[in-house]
């Protein structure tokens, strides 16, 4: 008897200890698994709220004792379970898309990221978001996908029917006051088994190879689009407007400079098409800028006539003009060639982007290109194939050198002390077109290099080194 007693004991036991530790087990919000180089702060800092706020909900006595792989509850987001991870947003994505995409409600998305409208929602930025307790944690990436277009004239149950789908659903997972709540070229989201991968973009522009996101300052925008041949594409980046070319192989390409001095932020980007039925198809979302993490030089001395305000916003304005055009061929093929005698092709006395002050000023300018090291007489060789569609003394640039390389793409050579070409001359990759010397505003002889992409100069580090389409 006395040990039927005790083994009814030990399994009360056993069983009591075993529910305790199933209801601990179970946090009362989403949890955050703890990774290499995490800090409590850092983690806090993550989620919007406080160190101490975090070390108070998990019972953390000494912030500085976190062990990988620990289970933090984050507070804040009571109601919502799973694993918090982060994802970064595409180009391409939307509230809507990214809800169906984790399953996660839009309120819920909206609310894990602190998000005040669906717009704060950019491309680059990481968006927070839940996966059951055991699941594969994501690369960092959101795959791809499409919508579809409401043609003009058809009606939202003739895209329901079309689709396999009930009209009544399609006003609820777009958000529509009704069926009757559409207008042609509205990007109509599905929730069937066909659509599930598909992003916000357009189908018609669902083919899309880009830049990679968040963009930087001072460099190269791109975006290739297989869309069909019947469409007329346009687009504008912040204030830039996007000069859409067609390839040989039938896309659609478009290459735009983000300027060295646009303060790091989200922008607005969209696409904009008209198909041959006159159905229009576009696409908006902000995107994020980042911070260059350019270097500020020592303060120069220069000649007091190289930066006069007037001076200076004379030769901008005639800079610019001069590579305002956009050549519809293309004219260079690959990584483009070193503009120097290979001796002197890693010799950069100053580089893209540094920020700079002259004669005392404030630190306003920036440097717009890159220098090759160079005595007076160094030849100066054409980067790619091209046209010369400026060649001329100015102050600032001195004896300067302006090619057309197609699509927008502009190399430009200045402080020379000789031209090889003239305005209007066809050049090919390696031919000498100048001189290296010490004109303009300069401190010692060398080749200042630009690429200008879209009327913006652009890092010319990132020509030399891959490959732009």
């Not at 789908?165 to 109509?188: K, M, Y």
């Amino acid at each position: 008897m006395r040990r039927l007693i005790s083994i009814i004991l030990i399994l009360v036991v056993f069983s009591s200890f075993s529910i305790v530790n199933a209801q601990e087990d179970q946090p009362d919000g989403p949890v955050y698994i703890v990774e290499s180089g995490d800090s409590l702060w850092g983690i806090a800092a993550q989620f919007g709220i406080s160190m101490e706020e975090l070390a108070a909900k998990n019972g953390i006595a000494d912030p500085g004792q976190l062990s990988i792989g620990a289970r933090l509850v984050i507070p804040g987001f009571e109601g919502l379970s799973g694993v918090l991870t982060f994802e970064t947003i595409p180009f391409g994505e939307n509230i809507e898309s990214l809800s169906n995409k984790f399953e996660i409600s839009r309120d819920a998305l909206l609310h894990l990221n602190r998000f005040t409208t669906p717009d704060d929602a950019y491309a680059g930025s990481q968006l927070i978001v839940t996966t059951p307790v055991g699941a594969p944690v994501g690369d960092g990436q959101i795959p791809s996908g499409g919508r579809v277009t409401l043609k003009a004239g058809q009606s939202l149950m003739e895209l329901a029917i079309t689709n396999g789908v009930s009209p009544w659903f399609l006003v609820n997972e777009n958000h529509l006051r009704g069926t009757w709540d559409t207008l042609a070229g509205e990007q109509i989201y599905l929730s069937n088994d066909e659509v599930l991968n598909h992003s916000a973009l357009p189908k018609e522009l669902a083919q899309i190879e880009f830049t990679s996101f968040p963009l930087i300052q001072g460099h190269t925008l791109t975006f290739k689009i297989d869309a069909p041949d019947a469409i007329s594409l346009a687009g504008q980046f912040h204030d830039r407007e996007l000069n859409f070319t067609k390839t040989t192989d039938g896309s659609f390409v478009t290459l735009q400079g983000v300027h060295a001095l646009l303060d790091p932020g989200a922008y607005p980007l969209s696409l904009n098409g008209l198909l041959s039925d006159g159905t229009p198809v576009s696409f908006y979302q902000r995107v994020l800028v980042e911070d260059g993490n350019y270097i500020y030089d020592p303060p120069l001395r220069v000649d007091s006539e190289t930066t006069d305000i007037q001076n200076n916003e004379t030769e901008n304005q005639l800079w610019f003009d001069v590579v305002a055009p956009v050549t519809m061929e293309k004219y260079w093929n690959g990584v483009m060639q070193s503009p120097v005698p290979a001796s002197l092709s890693n010799c950069f006395p100053s580089v893209f982007g540094n920020r700079r002050s002259y004669n005392q000023s404030g630190y306003f300018f920036f440097h717009t290109g890159l220098d090759f090291c160079g005595r007076p007489g160094v030849e100066i060789y054409a980067p790619a194939p091209g046209r010369v569609v400026f060649t001329g003394p100015l102050t600032v640039r001195g004896n300067a050198t302006v090619i057309d390389q197609g699509w927008g793409v502009y190399s430009a050579y200045a402080h020379q002390t000789e031209f090889r070409v003239s305005k209007g001359d066809w050049v090919e990759t390696g031919q000498l077109i100048g001189l290296v010397g010490e004109t303009g505003r300069v401190t010692g002889p060398h080749l200042h290099w630009e690429i200008i992409v879209g009327g913006v100069q652009v890092d010319p580090m990132d020509w030399l080194s891959q490959e732009f389409p």
